[in-house]
Nanobody
Framework: QVRLVESGGGLVQAGDSLRVSCAAS????????MGWFRQAPGKEREFVAA????????DYADSVKGRFTISRDTAKNTLYLQMNSLKPEDTAVYYC?????????????????WGQGTQVTVSS
């Protein structure tokens, strides 16, 4: 059974940094694209960042470009999102996702597996 389990969320102040992780089990995703999405209260789930199966290609939403970095450790089957210069508008539940193809996409409908989410709250 495939599982994606996020961790590392929490309460931080504006300007702080935080790293969230996503541990995958049940299969290896070394050749598959993975991504991070987030959902704030009352809003739709939105794309944050994605990384290709090879790890050589990344994509970021404009709102996080230059502040967030997505990476993966294929040996550990783990995905990371390093978040710097956090803002109150980054407050959301952050979800990890994986797809069965190697190319990145911003469409949440194109991801086959999802984690349960981890809460990130940024206070002003």
């Amino acid at each position: 059974q495939v599982r994606l389990v996020e961790s590392g969320g929490g309460l931080v102040q504006a300007g702080d940094s935080l790293r969230v992780s996503c541990a995958a089990s049940g299969r290896t995703f070394s050749n598959h694209a993975m991504g991070w999405f987030r959902q704030a209260p009352g809003k739709e789930r939105e794309f944050v960042a994605a990384i290709s199966g090879s790890g050589h290609s990344t994509d970021y939403a404009d709102s996080v470009k230059g502040r967030f970095t997505i990476s993966r450790d294929t040996a550990k089957n783990t995905l990371y999102l390093q978040m710097n210069s956090l803002k109150p508008e980054d407050t959301a539940v952050y979800y990890c996702a994986a797809r069965t193809l190697p190319s990145t996409t911003r469409s949440n409908a194109s991801y086959n597996y999802w984690g349960q989410g981890t809460q990130v709250t940024v206070s002003s």
